[in-house]
């Protein structure tokens, strides 16, 4: 999973540069983000088998697995802070008790093998801290006292891949109440996490939930270095509405998705297989209409956001089943580019266009996004969207499947209060300036020494566009995924992930803030050279 010491690197060139049409190589395969289900949203710290195994099978039988969803994720609650004189975790037995002949009460395995019998993946919840939220922050229960996995990181980790679960969601309410350093803890954790792999041989994704108060954006996929990694980039997106509970008349807030929404938005460092989070979903959460339901999805896919739902699967209506299986949303969000939405206009207070780029040449996710309390006509520039304004674009509704025109130049529609119209766009993909690292007058970059520590530097960048779409053109023959770190203009740098190739150049994309319009940009990757592994040009839009 760490995997930072194997790093991709070559050697410092002279660069030549020209203009270039065609468009960019087969991209590299990475991790598209989660897709399944959590329980905090609607169960708080009172989950326990029986509601797992019911909204596990609730999964299955509303549709939702064969959509893609997956992952079936205990959040807290589920250990209540007691280990043994070895300090193992100690599980209540009644509340996880055998499910099958031969299992013992206690132990969590039964639950995994439960959800994996059903085809699903497993997740499970933990602290970076001694202690958990619950034991500052109770919703239903009692205070759980020492639920969190400081001092048993490597105990608590094997013990996770030994039960056999596939998804981990590390949590920050212990870390902050003891003023930790989120880097340090999440980086040893990262560390246990490879330990645990490497011994079972069992694979664990890593769900970080610093909940964005020290930017792990910033410095989360250095730390994770994983085949997929994802971040939590703002608080809960709702407290949990529990039935039957004193808080069972809680409203999710179409307020909170939109601010989780924006504080989830950092393009730099979403690629590769690196998710931001926003937070569990709240679609069918009581509080939200069936119309914001569909904002909510919209904004979520064009972020490239994990789609963790967090209502109860088993009071689902039919509107909010159809909105979280639409096909054409969540390949929107699944694609394999794995970039994120950028905002490309503001035609007034309150007004965006977002759009997202995606594998296929020449489409586009885009999102009409009004926040003001009254209907305004928003237009899209094909322009801002680096597609050729000149060709016909057919415009799709991705809600209805509808299309809407073969139009050039721009689409305008009026759009309600409060509301989001969601389109697919498919058009002709616009030119991309490309730079090769080669010496002044020579064809080939020769060969960089082994052990040799330079980055490679691509100097005159130009892009008329805030955020630039770049295309790295790479191999990487080894069986492991190589990483490099990329500084734009010496600014704080991302560390990129280039997964294997064989001997086929691939490609993998990034977005970078770039001077708009100018010659003096200047894009540098990092790490420690490696001749098997080599960047042979970027293209940029």
Same mark, same amino acid.
């Given at each position: 999973?760490?995997?930072?010491?194997?790093?991709? @690197?070559?050697?410092?060139? *002279?660069?030549?540069?020209?203009?270039?049409?065609?468009?960019?190589?087969?991209?590299?395969?990475?991790?598209?983000?989660?897709?399944?289900?959590?329980?905090?949203?609607?169960?708080?710290?009172?989950?326990?088998?029986?509601?797992?195994?019911?909204?596990?099978?609730?999964?299955?039988?509303?549709?939702?697995?064969?959509?893609?969803?997956?992952?079936?994720?205990?959040?807290?609650?589920?250990?209540?802070?007691?280990?043994?004189?070895?300090?193992?975790?100690?599980?209540?037995?009644?509340?996880?008790?055998?499910? %099958?002949?031969?299992?013992?009460?206690?132990?969590?395995?039964?639950?995994?093998?439960?959800?994996?019998?059903?085809?699903?993946?497993?997740?499970?919840?933990?602290?970076?801290?001694?202690?958990? *939220?619950?034991?500052?922050?109770?919703?239903?229960?009692?205070?759980?006292?020492?639920?969190?996995?400081?001092?048993?990181?490597?105990?608590?980790? &094997?013990?996770?891949?030994?039960?056999?679960? =596939?998804?981990?969601?590390?949590?920050?309410?212990?870390?902050?109440?003891?003023?930790?350093?989120?880097?340090?803890?999440?980086?040893?954790? @990262?560390?246990?996490?490879?330990?645990?792999?490497?011994?079972?041989?069992?694979? &664990?994704?890593?769900?970080? *939930?610093?909940?964005?108060?020290?930017?792990?954006?910033?410095?989360?996929?250095?730390?994770?270095?994983?085949?997929?990694?994802?971040?939590?980039?703002?608080?809960?997106?709702? +407290?949990?509405?529990?039935?039957?509970?004193?808080? +069972?008349?809680?409203?999710?807030?179409?307020?909170?998705?939109?601010?989780?929404?924006?504080?989830?938005?950092?393009?730099?460092?979403?690629?590769?297989?690196?998710?931001?989070?926003?937070?569990?979903?709240? +679609?069918?959460?009581?509080?939200?209409?069936?119309?914001?339901?569909?904002?909510?999805?919209?904004?979520?896919?064009?972020?490239? %956001?994990?789609? &963790?739902?967090?209502?109860?699967?088993?009071?689902?209506?039919? +509107?909010?089943?159809? !909105? &979280?299986?639409?096909?054409?949303?969540?390949?929107?969000?699944?694609?394999?580019?794995?970039?994120?939405?950028?905002?490309?206009?503001?035609?007034?207070?309150?007004?965006?266009?977002?759009?997202?780029?995606?594998? !296929?040449?020449?489409?586009?996710?885009?999102?009409?996004?009004?926040?003001?309390?009254?209907?305004?006509?928003?237009?899209?520039?094909?322009?801002?969207?680096?597609?050729?304004?000149?060709?016909?674009?057919?415009?799709?509704?991705?809600?209805?499947?509808?299309?809407?025109?073969?139009?050039?130049?721009?689409?305008?529609? %009026?759009?309600? @209060?409060? =509301?989001?119209?969601?389109?697919?766009?498919?058009?002709?993909?616009?030119?991309?300036?490309?730079?090769?690292?080669?010496?002044?007058?020579?064809?080939?970059?020769?060969?960089?020494?082994?052990?040799?520590?330079?980055?490679?530097?691509?100097?005159?960048?130009?892009?008329?566009?805030?955020?630039?779409?770049?295309?790295? !053109?790479? !191999?990487?023959?080894?069986?492991?995924?190589?990483?490099?770190?990329?500084?734009?203009?010496?600014?704080?740098?991302?560390?990129?992930?280039?997964?294997?190739?064989?001997?086929?150049?691939?490609?993998?994309?990034?977005?970078?803030?770039?001077?708009?319009?100018?010659?003096?940009?200047?894009?540098?990757?990092?790490?420690? *050279?490696?001749?098997? %592994?080599?960047?042979?040009?970027?293209?940029?839009?």
């Amino acid at each position: 999973m760490h995997r930072i010491r194997a790093l991709l @690197a070559c050697g410092v060139l *002279c660069l030549s540069v020209w203009a270039a049409h065609a468009e960019p190589g087969q991209p590299a395969r990475i991790s598209a983000p989660p897709m399944g289900w959590s329980s905090w949203n609607s169960f708080s710290n009172t989950i326990d088998a029986r509601i797992v195994m019911q909204q596990a099978r609730a999964m299955i039988s509303t549709g939702l697995k064969r959509a893609g969803y997956q992952y079936i994720n205990i959040d807290e609650g589920w250990w209540l802070g007691q280990r043994d004189a070895k300090g193992n975790i100690v599980v209540n037995r009644k509340a996880w008790p055998a499910l %099958a002949p031969g299992e013992h009460a206690g132990d969590m395995a039964n639950i995994v093998r439960y959800i994996h019998g059903l085809g699903l993946k497993a997740g499970i919840y933990t602290d970076a801290g001694f202690n958990g *939220c619950s034991s500052m922050y109770p919703d239903i229960g009692p205070k759980y006292l020492h639920t969190g996995s400081q001092g048993h990181y490597d105990q608590d980790f &094997l013990q996770f891949a030994r039960w056999g679960f =596939d998804y981990v969601k590390v949590d920050w309410c212990g870390g902050d109440e003891e003023h930790l350093d989120p880097s340090v803890q999440y980086a040893e954790i @990262a560390h246990a996490i490879e330990r645990a792999e490497r011994l079972t041989g069992h694979k &664990l994704y890593f769900s970080i *939930c610093e909940q964005g108060t020290d930017s792990p954006w910033t410095w989360a996929p250095h730390i994770g270095g994983m085949d997929a990694d994802i971040w939590r980039t703002s608080r809960d997106i709702v +407290a949990p509405i529990v039935a039957s509970s004193p808080h +069972a008349n809680r409203k999710a807030s179409f307020a909170h998705v939109i601010s989780n929404f924006e504080e989830g938005i950092h393009p730099a460092a979403e690629h590769t297989g690196f998710y931001n989070d926003p937070d569990m979903l709240v +679609a069918g959460m009581p509080g939200l209409t069936a119309e914001q339901d569909r904002v909510h999805m919209a904004l979520w896919a064009v972020s490239g %956001a994990p789609l &963790l739902i967090g209502a109860d699967l088993t009071k689902l209506n039919d +509107a909010t089943l159809k !909105t &979280l299986k639409n096909p054409m949303m969540l390949a929107i969000d699944q694609d394999r580019l794995g970039l994120q939405a950028i905002e490309v206009a503001r035609p007034g207070r309150g007004l965006e266009v977002w759009s997202k780029r995606l594998a !296929t040449p020449g489409e586009r996710a885009v999102v009409l996004l009004n926040r003001t309390s009254s209907p305004a006509r928003i237009a899209v520039q094909w322009n801002d969207l680096g597609l050729v304004p000149s060709s016909p674009v057919q415009v799709t509704n991705v809600w209805t499947g509808k299309t809407l025109g073969l139009l050039r130049n721009s689409y305008a529609a %009026a759009v309600p @209060a409060n =509301d989001a119209i969601f389109l697919l766009l498919r058009g002709r993909e616009g030119g991309m300036n490309r730079y090769t690292p080669l010496r002044s007058g020579e064809r080939h970059a020769p060969e960089t020494p082994a052990g040799k520590d330079a980055p490679v530097r691509f100097s005159g960048v130009v892009s008329s566009h805030r955020w630039a779409a770049i295309a790295i !053109t790479y !191999t990487n023959p080894s069986a492991s995924p190589r990483y490099a770190k990329l500084h734009v203009n010496g600014m704080v740098g991302t560390w990129i992930e280039f997964p294997p190739t064989g001997n086929r150049a691939r490609v993998v994309w990034i977005q970078a803030k770039l001077e708009r319009n100018s010659a003096g940009n200047v894009l540098a990757f990092s790490a420690r *050279c490696a001749p098997s %592994a080599r960047i042979s040009s970027i293209e940029v839009q």
